[in-house]
């Protein structure tokens, strides 16, 4: 599956990174089942800028109209996201890949947006405007997605904030033990 992926997205980043993609009509998506799938760089979407440890990084999505069980129309997105954070431990590179699937159901007008929310985490709604910035919507998944305080692994963190007090701190346990011997 991994080698199928990198094929698709390399084909498709000629062609979809275009300004007209960039505009989508989400009922006529769901209507006509029809889908939209593209490759854009971290730098295309400036409000990640504050989020990641650098520019870098390259977000593959793919969009597709579909229709609920409850015969709603629905966008399905699923995007993967290798973005690069700041771990909030050591403050240096953290690699972070994305895998996202939400299905955003369609309302008819933005009063309806909040009566769906709820249930279920991957679902939520938005209003079924005659135009969608793809860009916009990809961002803001994305946002929603980053953890708020991501670190490396436990042990994986930059050596040389752990090198200078690991010498010490295993002898007051050590003495502590001795005393607390239990008894009867
Ligand atoms: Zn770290």
Redesign the pocket.
Known sequence: MPEETEAMVIDEAHTVTSVHARAIDPARLARERSRVTGVLAVAQLPRLADLLFGREGVVSYEVEGATSAKGQPVLRIHLTADLAVS?Q??L?R?PLRLDVKRDLVLVAAAADVDQLEDEDDDTDTIASTGSLDLHDLLEQEIVLSVPMAP??PEN???TRLGASNTGEVASPFSSLAGLKRPSG
């Open positions: 771990c431990r050591c240096e953290l670190r490396h994986a963190c930059g």
